[in-house]
Structures are given as C-alpha cells and as structure tokens.
C-alpha cells in the first residue's frame, strides 16, 4: 500500500492585538499628518507616543510601536523601568539615551479622569499644588498626585536627558505643565490641547483640526497672540459630513 499523503504543515499565524481597520485609520491620519509644511519626523514621534498612552494591553502597545508606528524605526521603546510610567503616562528611551515622556488625555468623564479635567481646566491643580507645597495639605486629586510622583522620578533619574514631553486633549495640559516645571529643556509638541496644554512658539508646538472644540482656547490664543502663540492646523480624517463639505 502507498503511504497516506503527509499533512502540510502550517506556522501559526502571528497573533494581531490590533485590529486592520485601526491600523488603516492609524495610517490615514498620519498620511495627513505628515501632509502638513510643518509636520517633523519628531512631531510624528510625538504623536505615535500620545497614541500608545492609550492602549492598555502591554502586546498591543508593542505592536503598536514596533509595527504600526515608526518608532521603533527609529530607535524608541518602551523604558523597561515600571517607576517611570503610570495608568496615565509613558516613558521611552531611545538608542542615543534619550527620554520622552507621554501623558493620556480623557478615557472617561467618571472617576479620577473627570475630576482631573475639572481642576485642570479651571487651574484648581495649580492651586492645589501650591498649598500642598507650602502648607502641607493636600488637596490634589489621585492622578495628580500619580503624575506628580512619576514626574519627580523621572526627573531625579534622568535629568536633561529628557528632550520631549508630549500628549493629547488634557495629556496635552499635562504634558505642557510638565515641560515647564519638571522637564525646562525638553520640547512640548501637543494635539488638540485642552485649556493649560497650550505651548508657547518657544516651548513647543501644538497641532489641532478644523472643528475640534477642546483646542479653542488655543486656536483664540493662536490668532490673538500669533506672535507668541502658532497652532497648527491639520485636515480631520473624520468620515462625517461636516467634515467632507468644509
């Protein structure tokens, strides 16, 4: 008798933690991105960083960084240093030793995400900051308190090491409020910045499209004082009709 025909054998296909319909989105929005005059390799970065701070599961944000976006391209990972991020931020470090920092922005109005929108949109975090500081009592909501212990150790360990600060809606206010008090010489570079996250033309860069409101203070900052102030607007990949007709 002829032998039975041997099976073929398959490899098991790679496991996708992200989706063909978000990387195509994630692809669309950084072909118009990069569409703008002012858009920089770094601004990319930036951006790709923003976005990791977003997803939760540890395989899909590698995925994400070393096939989606460029950063791992470029140099940039996830620093393996647990102390250096939180729920609310990210650290990488780069192949030349140097750090960025990422801040997420609201994944929720409930919680420890809204009240932090309310005391940062109407200062209350500065406030509260400061009476802690000279007082000794503290007032601050619990993810101030995370970011702040985060940022005083990313500080300690890495100093001047840190070139970039970066996020989105309120990670956008975080990220500018911790350039300016943890981080002097690192860059800013923001995406539709919520009241406190707008960068001055010398601290950084903001970016934002058409019709989003959570910038407006920004985009008024922009035309008022466009000699201290730029934002930089770029075209919404938004499938809605609003968006296709202006």
């Known amino acids: 008798p002829k032998p039975a025909p041997s099976k073929k054998k398959y490899a098991p296909a790679t496991p996708k933690y992200i989706s063909d319909q978000q990387r195509a989105l994630y692809n669309d929005r950084i072909k118009e991105f990069t569409k703008h005059p002012n858009t920089t390799a770094n601004d990319i970065d930036a951006a790709a960083m923003s976005q990791t701070t977003y997803i939760k599961?540890?395989?899909?944000?590698?995925?994400?960084?070393?096939?989606?976006?460029?950063?791992?391209k470029?140099?940039?990972?996830?620093?393996?240093?647990?102390n250096t991020s939180n729920e609310y931020m990210k650290t990488f470090i780069n192949e030349n030793g140097d750090v960025a920092v990422a801040y997420r922005g609201t994944q929720?109005?409930?919680?420890e995400?809204?009240?932090?929108?309310?005391?940062?949109?109407?200062?209350?975090?500065?406030?509260?900051?400061?009476i802690k500081d000279k007082l000794d009592v503290d007032?601050?909501?619990?993810?101030?308190?995370?970011?702040?212990?985060?940022?005083?150790?990313?500080?300690?360990?890495?100093?001047?090491?840190?070139?970039?600060?970066?996020?989105?809606?309120q990670g956008a206010h975080d990220s500018t409020q911790a350039k300016r008090a943890f981080f002097n010489k690192a860059s800013s570079?923001?995406?539709?910045?919520?009241?406190?996250?707008?960068?001055?033309?010398?601290?950084?860069?903001?970016?934002?499209t058409p019709h989003d409101v959570v910038s407006t203070k920004g985009k008024i900052?922009?035309?008022?004082?466009?000699?201290?102030?730029?934002m930089n607007v770029v075209k919404s990949t938004d499938p809605s009709l609003l968006n296709k007709v202006t």
């Open 57 to 72: 599961d540890p395989n899909a944000q590698q995925e994400y960084i070393n096939e989606i976006s460029t950063l791992g």
């Open 74 to 82: 470029r140099g940039w990972r996830l620093d393996t240093d647990s």
């Open 108 to 111: 929720t109005w409930v919680g």
């Open 113 to 130: 995400d809204g009240r932090a929108n309310v005391a940062n949109t109407v200062q209350l975090t500065k406030a509260r900051q400061l």
């Open 139 to 169: 007032l601050r909501t619990k993810k101030a308190q995370i970011i702040k212990q985060t940022n005083d150790y990313i500080k300690n360990k890495y100093g001047d090491r840190v070139k970039l600060t970066t996020g989105h809606s």
């Open 189 to 208: 570079v923001v995406f539709h910045p919520a009241p406190g996250g707008e960068v001055q033309t010398h601290e950084g860069k903001m970016f934002t």
């Open 221 to 230: 900052k922009s035309y008022i004082l466009d000699d201290t102030y730029m």
